[in-house]
C-alpha cells in the first residue's frame, strides 16, 4: 500500500479532508453505516430488508480488523466523518455517506482516491456489489452490471448488482 497524507478537496457543495482509516474511526464508521442504510436505502429496499442488512449489532473488532487489512480512507468534515470507504485488491467493499451529506460530491471523491490508489499498485479491473440505490453512482463512474444478485442476510433475500469498471 502507497504511503497515504491526509488530503483537503473543495467542492462546490462541500470542503472535506481524506484520510487514511485509524481504529478509533470505526465506531463512528458503524453509526453511520447503520444510518445511512436506514435512510438513503429506504427507497429502494423494505424495513425488513433494512434490518437485516443492518440491525445495529457490529462487530466492531471484525470492522476494524477489515478496514485495517484493505485500503480504508474517511472523509471528514469539521472533524465529523460524513463518508468511508474500502478497498480490497480491486473491489471496493463498502461506501457510505452520511445520510445528511448526499450528492455533495463525497462519494466520487472517496471512489476516485482508492481507485487512484489501486491504479498505482497496478490494478485495472474494479469491482462492487451495488446496492439498488448505488448502481446508477457506479454507472456514472463506469461500472457496468455484470449480473443482477440475491443475498440473503438473517433469511432475508437483498438484491444487488455485480458491477464491473475495466480501464484497459
Given at each position: 500500500m502507497r504511503e497515504y497524507?491526509?488530503?483537503t478537496i473543495s467542492g462546490a457543495k462541500c470542503r472535506m479532508n481524506i484520510r487514511r482509516y485509524t481504529s478509533a474511526?470505526?465506531?463512528?464508521?458503524?453509526?453511520?453505516?447503520?444510518?445511512?442504510?436506514h435512510t438513503?436505502?429506504?427507497?429502494?429496499?423494505t424495513e425488513v430488508q433494512l434490518n437485516a442488512w443492518a440491525n445495529g449489532s457490529i462487530d466492531l473488532t471484525a470492522w476494524d480488523k477489515s478496514f485495517s487489512e484493505h485500503n480504508t480512507i474517511v472523509a471528514t468534515e469539521d472533524g465529523i466523518i460524513?463518508?468511508?470507504g474500502d478497498m480490497d485488491g480491486g473491489y471496493l467493499d463498502r461506501l457510505y455517506?452520511?445520510?445528511?451529506?448526499?450528492?455533495?460530491?463525497?462519494?466520487?471523491?472517496?471512489?476516485s482516491e482508492l481507485e487512484a490508489q489501486a491504479v498505482a499498485s497496478g490494478i485495472s479491473v474494479f469491482t462492487t456489489h451495488a446496492s439498488k440505490t448505488a448502481k446508477p453512482f457506479f454507472e456514472k463512474r463506469g461500472?457496468?452490471?455484470?449480473?443482477?444478485?440475491?443475498v440473503i442476510r438473517g433469511g432475508v433475500v437483498l438484491t444487488n448488482y455485480a458491477m464491473e469498471k475495466r480501464l484497459d
Open positions: 497524507h491526509e488530503k474511526d470505526c465506531a463512528e464508521m458503524a453509526e453511520l453505516f447503520y444510518n445511512t442504510v438513503v436505502n429506504a427507497r429502494d429496499y460524513v463518508g468511508f455517506v452520511h445520510r445528511d451529506h448526499q450528492r455533495q460530491g463525497i462519494a466520487s471523491a472517496i471512489v461500472y457496468v452490471a455484470v449480473r443482477k444478485r440475491k
